[in-house]
């Protein structure tokens, strides 16, 4: 079983910045990507950013590119999401998810394992 651990959240101001961390732990730990997700208030759940494991593949939502980087550290199992002028309709639970595929990776249904999420909250 492989467990995912979220760190980092918090409050921010419009314009701000927050890095998100993720921790994985387990069995053996290869995913085929790292993504994370987020879900604001009466909202479905929407792709922010993933990255590839074995590569250097990274994919955004459109409405985070330039802004928010994606990166990992396989060494220490970990996926960090470096968020930069953050918006306030960005307010929303960030989610980290494993993805033992490579298929669907822009969508939930192409992940295997989830954290608990972290809280985001960005003022105006």
């Known amino acids: 079983q492989v467990q995912l651990v979220e760190s980092g959240g918090g409050l921010a101001q419009a314009g701000g910045s927050l890095r998100l961390s993720c921790a994985a732990s387990?069995?053996?730990?290869?995913?085929?990507?790292m993504g994370w997700f987020r879900q604001a208030p009466g909202k479905e759940r929407e792709f922010v950013a993933a990255?590839?494991?074995?590569?250097?593949?990274?994919y955004y939502a459109d409405s985070v590119k330039g802004r928010f980087t994606i990166s990992r550290d396989n060494a220490k199992n970990t996926v960090t999401l470096q968020m930069n002028s953050l918006k306030p309709e960005e307010t929303a639970v960030y989610y980290c998810?494993?993805?033992?595929?490579?298929?669907?990776?822009?969508?939930?249904?192409?992940?295997?394992?989830w954290g608990q999420g972290t809280q985001v909250t960005v003022s105006s």
């Open positions: 998810a494993a993805s033992l595929g490579r298929w669907h990776l822009l969508q939930d249904r192409g992940y295997d394992y």
């Open positions: 990255i590839t494991w074995g590569g250097d593949n990274t």
């Open positions: 387990g069995r053996t730990f290869s995913p085929y990507a």
